[in-house]
């Protein structure tokens, strides 16, 4: 009796494992369910790059902007004009405690010295950043 696998038959054993597993993937029922869509909050929604960023995600077939945030509220509701559907808030805190169950991720678009603890909240609340 053989103790050590060979190099043939741990690839034989591991292309076999592969290949069913591959297979499942490839079920009609799977490929025919809508995809997810991702719903994104929006924080710092228009200087330099927050209205860049937000019209790009909001033009993805798969996104959708549900939240907007901004401590400026003239920008915050300039953007929610484009976002009509949105819900707004001036503090990120209050998103992630009123809110975060109605986003999946989040665009951090705010200066520089601010991005660490908002997307510490992001990540403790397990959002994508």
Known sequence: ???ILSRRDLLRTTGAAGVGLATVGFHPGVLAQEPKRVRVLSIGVIGTIGGHDRKQVAEHPAADIVGL???DS???TEAHGEH????TCA???AAFR???DEFDAVI???PDHSHAPIVLTALAHGKHV
Do not use: G
Not at 84 to 87: G, M, Q
């Open 1 to 3: 009796m053989r103790s």
């Open 91 to 93: 503090d990120y805190r």
């Open 74 to 76: 003239e920008v915050l």
């Open 84 to 87: 009509p559907d949105a819900f």
């Open 108 to 110: 951090v678009a705010t």
């Open 69 to 71: 945030c901004d401590v």
């Open 98 to 100: 009123d809110h975060a």
